[in-house]
């Protein structure tokens, strides 16, 4: 049997990268994956490839919408290859594979694949098609990750009735879309597949999209993407889906209790995720899952059993990649010794939608509900030479910052790579700066990084420069 310092069950971004890590603080490292590829969700059917569709179906876009402003004349009218465009995103996603496989060598970590379960607290039986064996483990992390949510009615056929895995390898262009939950995911592929022709038709329970972040947010994409031809219905509750043959049915009730019913060839679910933990047997080892599903941790990600612990999306807080990478650093630092240190505040959020969204720290309306006395400032992104130039006027950078302080608490973006411009607003926000601070900093001409300074100035002052 072999025996490790520490095991790792799950091989997404959470758990690759505290295998990594461990193998760099010199713990003798294994990780265990059921599928036959590393990488987890994000990197098999989740951020990865939905980013190359995002990518492609916005080339796609400009040529078809955008080229000839531009000076850009095409001979002949611009084509669609959907078969070609899925294949580069399934290109993309092998080679990011890879790349994990390439670091497990590079970092001497020792790969299992089959299906991890707890025989005890201390031995994990790996089960593959051909054998099951046990391994030894000191310590073992958890981070098995997640995967899509829906509602107890709807039957997901994966065929019409489908999940954003479904929606990113399928074999044609939707003529009619539905998407129920106006979230990150489903708000990006929806953008996908408007892009490429198909009718798009968002339906929402709560009264906006993005229910979670800034509600100038929410109100800023709405328009924008009406504007690009997705057609919006929110407050809807969905009550019954149901497929005949290529036409599936979708049946739900408006604010006002009406009873409204949505045709189209496709439905993609997009309701959340929820944690994954089935096979893990985790009971085996004494580890205690919640009514939700989670795994439960104290603040070190420990478990209730000292020599486990678990990262990313199967325990609580936002289910986001680079939050499951920061756990697994976490994780692998307080094994060796040493006193890590997360902030689940500065944890960015960002959808990559066209514009693009990004968040960090405290919205309005949080603030607002918590009594914290705060000024705003706000900038619009149409106001500045490189938005102009590129063409990409929509959006704006809205800081929030003390009244009394005037310590930054929550910074709030819409436009042009602003999922990249997030980074500045979480380092500022990280040493605990002030608008003004950000203010008096000196921002490359033209970027779309001034927008970030001139929201500071009218936070400061209420004087930004160019508005």
Not at 341 to 346: E, P, Q, R, T
Request: negative net charge; contains cysteine.
């Amino acid at each position: 049997m072999s025996t490790y310092d520490v095991a790792v069950i799950g091989s997404g971004p959470g758990g690759y990268v505290a295998a990594i890590r461990c193998a760099q603080l010199g713990m003798k490292t294994a990780i265990i994956e059921k599928y036959s590829t590393l990488g987890g969700t994000c990197l098999n059917v989740g951020c990865i490839p939905s980013k190359a569709l995002l990518d492609s179906s916005h080339h796609y876009e400009d040529a078809l919408k955008h080229f000839e402003e531009h000076g850009i004349d095409i001979p002949g009218d611009v084509k669609l290859n959907f078969k070609k465009m899925i294949e580069r995103k399934a290109g993309v996603v092998d080679q990011n594979v890879k790349g994990i496989s390439f670091l497990m060598d590079k970092n001497k970590i020792d790969v299992y694949e089959g299906l991890g379960s707890f025989k005890d607290a201390t031995h994990i039986n790996i089960a593959s098609e051909k054998e099951t064996k046990t391994i030894e483990a000191k310590n073992i992390i958890i981070a098995t990750g997640s995967k899509p949510g829906s509602l107890p009615f709807i039957d997901i056929d994966k065929e019409r009735v489908i999940t954003s895995t479904e929606a990113l390898s399928l074999s044609e262009v939707p003529k009619h879309m539905i998407v129920i939950g106006g979230g990150v995911i489903g708000l990006e592929l929806g953008q996908v597949y408007r892009r490429l022709g198909a009718e798009v038709s968002v339906v929402e329970y709560m009264d906006r999209i993005l229910p979670t972040m800034d509600k100038a947010q929410s109100k800023e994409l709405t328009k924008v993407m009406k504007k690009q031809g997705v057609k919006f219905y929110t407050s809807h509750k969905v009550s019954e889906v149901t497929r005949k043959g290529k036409e599936v049915t979708i049946k739900a009730t408006d604010k006002k209790d009406k009873e409204v019913t949505f045709t189209g060839d496709y439905c993609l679910v997009s309701v959340g995720r929820k944690p994954f933990t089935e096979g893990l047997k985790a009971e085996n080892a004494g580890v205690k899952i919640n009514e939700r599903g989670q795994v439960e941790v104290d603040e070190h990600l420990q478990t209730n059993v000292d020599n486990i612990y678990a990262i990313g999306d199967v325990v609580k807080g936002a289910m986001l990649a680079h939050k499951a990478e920061e756990e697994g650093v976490f994780v692998a630092e307080t094994l060796a010794g040493q006193k890590p240190h997360i902030n689940y505040n500065l944890i960015p959020g960002v959808v990559y939608t066209w514009p693009e969204v990004a968040s960090v720290g405290k919205t309005e309306e949080q603030l607002t509900e918590e009594g914290v006395a705060f000024k705003s400032g706000q900038f619009p992104m149409r106001a500045l030479g490189r938005s102009r130039a590129s063409g990409d006027t929509d959006g704006f950078v809205k800081i929030l910052c003390d009244k009394e302080t005037d310590e930054i608490l929550g910074v709030h973006m819409v436009g042009a790579r602003v999922a990249d411009l997030i980074t500045e607003a979480v380092t500022a926000m990280e040493f605990r700066a002030s608008a003004e601070d950000i203010s008096r900093m000196s921002h490359a001409h033209p970027t779309y990084g001034e927008a970030m300074k001139e929201a500071a100035l009218a936070a400061t002052d209420n004087r930004p420069i160019h508005m």
